[in-house]
């Protein structure tokens, strides 16, 4: 049996489309939001996710770990987009404290300045590609979606559908 049979009958009509829809959406609007912020900014939607992380941490320091796990990036892939903001002067790595063996990546001065710069302009393609298609009533239930499944995926909390809809 190929895989597409597979698939087409181990999720009934419903939760095919859905998903369909929503991973090509979500394919598509990656590389919408990635294209524009290249054509934009210079910054991939990695390099804008990092400095977001950074910026939002404690004394914009992150251990690469936990940049690793908060980007779902694997230790070797977050040491090599480090590498390369490191190369533009966005970031700098710096050795943990508590930790010999250990690493920080951390915002420098001139990374903070360049997300100040894109921040802007990545929020109006993410109103355009995203927010503007998304009815004002509908915005709360997606946020509960995401935030349920965005807690499963992190290993939190296993509930199921909202028994209250959206």
Same mark, same amino acid.
């Given at each position: 049996?190929?895989?597409?049979?597979?698939?087409? @009958?181990?999720?009934?009509?419903?939760?095919?489309?859905?998903?369909?829809?929503?991973? %090509?959406?979500?394919?598509?609007? %990656?590389?919408?939001?990635?294209?524009?912020?290249?054509?934009?900014?210079?910054?991939?939607?990695?390099? &804008?996710?990092?400095?977001?992380?950074?910026?939002?941490?404690?004394?914009?320091?992150?251990?690469?770990? %936990?940049? !690793?796990?908060?980007?779902?990036?694997?230790?070797?892939?977050? @040491? &090599?987009?480090?590498?390369?903001?490191?190369?533009?002067?966005?970031?700098?790595? %710096?050795?943990?404290?508590?930790?010999?063996?250990? &690493?920080?990546?951390?915002?420098?001065?001139?990374?903070?300045?360049?997300?100040?710069? !894109?921040?802007?302009?990545?929020?109006?393609?993410?109103?355009?590609?995203?927010?503007?298609?998304?009815?004002?009533?509908?915005?709360?239930?997606?946020?509960?979606?995401?935030?349920?499944?965005?807690?499963?995926?992190?290993?939190?909390?296993?509930?199921?559908?909202?028994?209250?809809?959206?």
């Amino acid at each position: 049996m190929t895989w597409v049979r597979l698939m087409l @009958t181990a999720l009934d009509g419903r939760e095919r489309r859905a998903w369909a829809a929503y991973i %090509e959406s979500s394919l598509r609007l %990656e590389t919408l939001l990635d294209e524009a912020l290249r054509d934009e900014t210079g910054l991939t939607l990695f390099d &804008y996710h990092v400095l977001v992380l950074l910026s939002q941490a404690p004394q914009h320091r992150l251990r690469m770990s %936990e940049l !690793a796990d908060r980007m779902v990036f694997s230790r070797s892939r977050i @040491t &090599y987009q480090v590498n390369s903001m490191i190369k533009r002067g966005l970031v700098v790595r %710096e050795a943990a404290p508590d930790d010999r063996r250990g &690493y920080r990546a951390v915002l420098t001065a001139t990374g903070l300045q360049v997300l100040t710069d !894109a921040a802007p302009r990545h929020a109006e393609s993410v109103r355009t590609l995203f927010l503007d298609q998304i009815a004002d009533d509908e915005l709360p239930c997606i946020e509960r979606v995401f935030v349920r499944l965005q807690a499963h995926l992190r290993g939190g909390a296993q509930g199921g559908a909202d028994v209250h809809g959206c």
